[in-house]
């Protein structure tokens, strides 16, 4: 066994992220198959700005989407303008976007500075 000098993610364990965004009700098959077979290059840069364990689960009565990632980097505003910049996630969410309603007030898109999915509060974890 690695001694946790040795081993990264012990010394970072990560920061759990939990968000949320409407899915427009008819473009649901839609963003089911754009996940099915996510562009390589969108999933390259979710590891080049520190983001691991990600996934998207259905609320299907509510039209809701609710994404879990664990971020393991240093400085998540930095990635995540570095993300909102990046032109291979440009061209991702110009697709994305446009099957989606944002729950953030004012929000125009995933480049917007305000965010497009919005972000939930973590109320409890345990982690036994």
């Known amino acids: 066994m690695s001694a946790p000098s ?8 990560g920061k759990r992220i939990c968000q949320i965004i409407k899915i427009k ?3 649901l098959e839609e963003y ?3 996940h ?3 562009w390589p290059n969108v999933l390259a840069k979710m590891t080049k700005y520190h983001i691991e364990d990600y996934s998207i689960h259905l609320i299907p009565e509510l039209n809701l989407l609710v994404a879990n990632l664990k971020y393991t980097g240093d400085d998540w505003a930095t990635d995540s303008e570095a993300m909102r910049n990046d032109p291979d996630n440009h061209e991702w969410w110009k697709v994305t976007d446009a099957l989606q309603e944002s729950l953030v007030p004012g929000s125009t898109g995933s480049t917007d500075k305000k965010g497009w999915w919005r972000d939930l509060e973590e109320v409890f974890r345990f982690d036994g």
């Open 6 to 13: 040795e081993n990264p993610k012990l010394l970072h364990p």
């Open 25 to 27: 009700p008819e473009k």
């Open 32 to 34: 089911k198959e754009l």
């Open 36 to 38: 099915a077979n996510v």
